[in-house]
């Protein structure tokens, strides 16, 4: 079955750290997303990419980065720069023109 | 500045259809309304969409008014597994190819 799968499902990190957090979609999506989430809010936009090799800054980008080297993959870095890093963080994907996202199952990042 | 307004929670007893609204006053004419629905510590996951015709898919339908200043997304006969926070996104005809903007949405309790 195709889907967006993200890993791992529970990261920890202690401060003055970077992590990657992995997104891999096998949809042939070419659109793919990264959202933080915080308690008891909605989805945030950090980052998106709607072709391979090109991506732009959402919302919140500070204290992130990210790649888009193959069309399947959108990691994600959580650099130190990331005073908050504790949160939920989902990827999602959808094809490029007028048709909804696809999500993960996301990522919970906690401070040691 | 959110461009919709949702109650924050709701009920309704298991079987009878759920009825959730969602204000959107100031949609201009080339954005959709989008529904997701997030069940808790999972990825949200889409419902349905629409621009002015009501619309039915096999998991619900989408009530617009025809001034489109708000709308109402209905569950036919809802059970247990619908309990989740529902989101009311409204986007370009890019389907949020910039990424969505999510607010807090309604959870919604099935009462047994």
């Known amino acids: 079955d195709g889907g967006i799968t993200q890993s791992p499902k529970y990261l920890f990190r202690k401060e003055g750290q970077n992590v990657t957090l992995s997104c891999e979609q096998n949809?042939?999506?070419?659109?793919m997303y990264w959202y933080r989430q915080d308690p008891g809010q909605g989805l945030r936009l950090i980052y998106y990419?709607?072709?391979?090799?090109?991506?732009q800054k959402g919302d919140i980008a500070e204290g992130y980065s990210v790649s888009r080297e193959k069309k399947e993959s959108f990691p994600l870095t959580v650099t130190s720069a990331q005073k908050n890093p504790t949160a939920f963080y989902l990827c999602?994907?959808?094809?490029?023109?007028?048709?909804?996202?696809?999500f993960g199952d996301g990522t919970r990042l906690s401070i040691l | 500045d959110a461009k919709t307004t949702q109650p924050p929670s709701m009920d309704c007893a298991e079987g009878r259809a759920a009825n959730l609204p969602c204000n959107h006053s100031?949609?201009?004419?080339?954005?959709?309304v989008y529904w997701y629905r997030q069940i808790h510590s999972q990825g949200p996951q889409y419902i349905i969409h629409?621009?002015?015709n009501n619309e039915t898919n096999e998991m619900a339908s989408l009530i617009i008014t025809e001034d489109r200043k708000s709308s109402t997304l209905i569950l036919p006969h809802a059970t247990l597994r619908d309990t989740a926070v529902y989101y009311c996104?409204?986007?370009?005809?890019?389907?949020?190819?910039?990424?969505?903007?999510f607010g807090k949405g309604t959870h919604l309790i099935i009462q047994p």
């Open positions: 990419s709607q072709i391979v090799n090109d991506f």
């Open positions: 999602a994907s959808s094809p490029y023109s007028n048709q909804p996202q696809h």
């Open positions: 629409g621009l002015k």
């Open positions: 949809l042939n999506h070419d659109a």
């Open positions: 996104i409204v986007e370009d005809s890019g389907g949020g190819a910039d990424g969505l903007t």
């Open positions: 100031t949609i201009s004419g080339n954005e959709y």
